[in-house]
């Protein structure tokens, strides 16, 4: 982007359009390009609005949210697995990407985990998210 500016007011006019804009995507699983280039490439495959419960637990003192979807998105979230098996799906919050895991297999069972070395990032995770999920 920078290398096709004609100047530093069109440098300027995009980094001000950048800062100032509200959107934000929801919490959820969005595909992600390859690594090293964390950046969403497309649209959530699962929201926070279908997960079925989660949960924060640990093992060995790493924090994890542990997930499952509702049933009625399971068979979507393991067509879109087994369709991009290599590739890698990113749980974003907040419109950064948390983790970005590759698919190895058909993911058929609708659960999922979010990990991260911050602890008290994904506390602040699952305080803000618990509130959103809806049992049906």
Known sequence: DFCLSRGLGD???RQVLTCCSTATKVPGWYP??????DRVTGDAVVTVKD???????????????????????IAEWAD?????????????????I?????I??????????ITSPDAALLHK???SLSKEVVAD
């Open 32 to 37: 992600v390009a390859d690594y090293p280039d």
């Open 104 to 113: 190895n297999t058909r993911l058929e069972s609708g659960n999922f985990q």
């Open 80 to 96: 879109y697995s087994e369709t991009h098996i290599g590739k890698r799906l990113g749980f974003l919050y907040n419109d950064s």
């Open 98 to 102: 948390v983790c970005a895991p590759t």
């Open 51 to 73: 997960f079925k419960h989660i949960s924060i637990d640990s093992i060995d003192s790493h924090v994890y949210i542990a997930g499952k979807l509702k049933p009625a998105k």
């Open 11 to 13: 440098v300027y006019k």
């Open 125 to 127: 995770i699952y305080d």
